[in-house]
């Protein structure tokens, strides 16, 4: 069992904008740089014929919970590191999926920025049983994140409710676009840096059997 914090590394690469005008950045959800577990919960990687790419990641386990607030030191983290070249304000679009034990218990997601809840991005919610995208929030507004300067910020997605599957992950300027309705854009591939993919488990994460050795 994990507790605390626990985070794996396993990519080093970053999304490039597209430079078309519509500021374009599309992740596949298990292309993340860095998947954090806290308390009892992470994000796993799961095999689904019918997610793009037939892979997604799933908040697990599924135990009813939903972290409405405080859910930065509370749930699991996803990390996307974006090369940023345009500015302004950012729609986010969200290719989801409420597969927990009930619908109304597993629809809901929340969307930062470098490590920080973004109140605009929080609480992404309108999905169902069939992968779908969804660019609603549960304020009655569309989710947004807003990029000050160009360059390198890292977009994270927290579980909100546990069983939810986040399947890609779109970012646009453009107010009109619906991957609902149009054609995924052609986007730049990640691009990977020099450092090699690392992986780094803390022992003192690690909860073990009474009587077994603590690894070193």
């Not at 997610?51 to 990390?79: E, K, Y």
């Amino acid at each position: 069992t994990l507790l605390g914090t626990t985070t794996i590394q396993v990519s080093t690469a970053d999304f490039q904008q597209s430079t078309d005008g519509n500021g374009f950045v599309l992740m596949e959800a298990e292309q993340f740089s860095a998947n954090t577990a806290q308390g009892q919960h992470r994000w796993d990687g799961i095999t689904d014929g019918d997610a793009s790419d037939g892979a997604a990641m799933q908040a697990t386990p599924d135990l009813d919970v939903n972290n409405n607030s405080n859910f930065v030191t509370a749930s699991p983290r996803l990390d996307y590191t974006i090369n940023f070249t345009e500015t302004g304000t950012h729609y986010v679009w969200v290719l989801g999926q409420a597969a927990g034990s009930a619908t109304g218990t597993s629809d809901s997601v929340h969307v930062g920025l470098d490590g920080a809840a973004v109140n605009t991005a929080d609480r992404i919610s309108n999905f169902n049983r069939d992968y779908r995208w969804s660019n609603g929030t549960m304020d009655s507004a569309r989710a947004t994140l807003t990029i000050d300067a160009p360059g390198t910020h890292t977009l994270n997605l927290w579980m909100r409710e546990d069983g939810f599957v986040a399947d890609a992950i779109l970012l646009t300027t453009d107010p009109n676009f619906d991957p609902n309705r149009d054609p995924l854009p052609d986007v730049p591939a990640p691009t990977p840096d020099t450092l090699a993919p690392t992986a780094s488990l803390q022992a003192s994460d690690l909860v073990l059997p009474e009587g077994s050795a603590q690894p070193y």
